[in-house]
């Protein structure tokens, strides 16, 4: 059988990029760049050859999701398993603001964003497991599709970690940063997940004028 291609976007920016702030699990949309970057998404898919497509219950995706309809035909269909994280006490805030308000939360977070994940937020391990059983399900129904999942930056980044055998705890280490709508793809066969690329933009970026 041939691999069934994931291929994983992570959605357009937010209002909340340029000043850090966790988005989480709050349900804000995309900015007039996250729009641009949304068409181009949407622009790369048309001759992607995308057989299936996905996006999570948070606007911000769904947004980013509809030029790819637009191009393809492909609707949507919603997978809560791939949302982002829910930050807890971080949600809306940036680190600047929660280094005033819970020093000692940010400090610990810092040394291990994994055994001292934000309070009140998820648990990353969890969030895992969630999107591996969420991912083995999208394969399930699309076996050797190419399907494009349009998700969120640290569920992407703790993904790739854990498939490639780092420890969790170094995921803002290790991959500390992922472009909005760059696309990450696995190959996945029967008892293998393998990663082919990582934070690739969907085309290139149009030239600067000087």
Known sequence: MSATTVILARHGRTPWHSPNRYCGSSDIGIDEVGVRQAARLGE???????????CTDLRRTQLTAAPVTAATGLAPTIEPRLRELDFGIAEGRTLAELRDSHPDAVEKFQQDPVEHHFPDGEHPADAVRRAHAGLADLVAADPGGRILVVAHSTLIRLLVTDLMGGSLARYRALLPDLVPTSLTTFLVRPGNMALAAFNVPPTPEPPTTR
């Open 44 to 54: 790369w898919a048309r001759t992607a050859g995308l057989t299936s497509l996905y």
